[in-house]
């Protein structure tokens, strides 16, 4: 039977998911998530493999309705990590090949819960219904502005704990074609750091990252490239082979783009559980979820939250809600 699942399985989600809009959404995960769903349904596209369709169940909230996702979990103290040392600096030294080098960070072992983001899209014009998904570029740029005012730092996904201070984790589901056309232009511009966390089996897909593209952004020192899985199952209903395969895939043909380890992760659609968490803890540090609040602190490290981001939230609505 495991044989069966590891191999029809990911194969039938795969093809489903190849003619889909891929798009992230509550999930099973802890009772502190207060916001609506976004469900991925399969397809209505043109059968062009990648093409983004539109998904039912999602409408575009007013953004005064997302107050009411900001939860305040319990603090764990038991987040607090041993060891005190030093944060990592934001600049990386460059190889010689022209990628800066790899440095592998230290916790800072003073429990500091970064402000974690959820984007996906960043374009004018929404190309499905899920309208809310779509954040202009003019407020992305504005909520790079109010956290720079606020005083953050930005750091990679894959760095959460290593950082002291004020900081903030931006990060963009799935690696639509626009996290290069629009986002990547827009944080060279204020040098500021994201996270994308890849399906690797879209890359190069329509619609969206080349190879070329990841190299590129990875190069630049802005970009940290994390996974989404290999292929965006819902991870509850995979046998241990089957996550293991989706965690070791999606990791190595990341790695072999960047040239770094990659070590956090992104549960599709936010699906996930005690098993599967025990698997992911064999191959990350670090998992995010889609439980939307202005905190990180109090959960687990592979059970990490993210504020929702949506289209229409101005600077200043965005200056309001985050601490
Ligand atoms: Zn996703």
């Keep these: 039977m495991n044989t069966i699942r590891k191999i029809i399985i990911p194969s039938v989600l795969a093809l489903l998911i190849a003619l889909s809009l891929v798009s992230c959404g ?10 609506d769903d976004l469900v991925f349904t399969p397809i209505e596209t043109d ?70 983001l959820m984007y996906h899209l960043v374009l004018d014009q929404p190309f499905s219904s899920l309208e809310s998904l779509f954040v ?24 959460y704990d290593y950082y002291s201070g004020k ?7 799935d690696g639509y074609l626009d996290n290069y056309t629009e986002v990547f232009p827009i944080i060279k ?5 994201i996270t994308i966390f890849m399906i690797s089996n879209y890359i190069n897909g329509a619609d969206y990252l080349s190879a070329d ?9 802005l970009v940290s490239f994390q996974s989404h899985t290999a292929s965006h199952p819902d991870l509850t ?13 999606s990791n190595e043909a990341i790695e072999s783009l960047t040239g770094r380890p990659v070590r956090a992760l992104c549960y599709p659609t936010g699906a996930n559980n005690a098993f599967v968490q025990s698997v992911a803890s064999e191959y990350y540090d670090f998992a995010y979820t889609t439980v939307s609040t202005t905190s990180t602190a109090g959960y687990g490290a592979l059970e990490l939250p993210r504020l929702r981001v949506n289209r229409g939230f101005s600077k200043d609505y965005f200056l309001s809600i985050i601490p």
């Design 213 to 221: 593209m990841i190299k590129e952004m990875s190069s630049s020192g």
């Design 167 to 173: 900081t903030v984790i931006m990060s963009f589901d």
């Design 237 to 249: 209903t995979l046998s241990a082979d089957s996550l293991r395969y989706e965690f070791k895939t």
């Design 136 to 159: 202009r570029p003019s407020e992305l740029r504005g909520h790079i502005e109010a956290l720079l005012e606020k005083g953050y730092t930005f750091i990679f996904a894959d760095d």
């Design 47 to 116: 059968g062009a493999p990648g093409t983004a369709s539109d998904a039912a169940g999602q409408t575009e909230e007013p953004p005064a309705a997302f107050e009411s996702a900001v939860t305040s979990p319990v603090t764990d103290e038991d987040q607090v990590q041993p060891q005190d040392t030093e944060a990592n600096e934001d600049t990386a030294p460059e190889a010689t090949d022209g990628i800066p080098a790899y440095v592998p960070a230290v916790p800072t072992g003073d429990g500091n819960a970064p402000l974690a």
């Design 26 to 35: 509550d999930t099973s995960a802890p009772s502190v998530d207060t916001v």
């Design 189 to 193: 511009e204020y040098n500021v750091k």
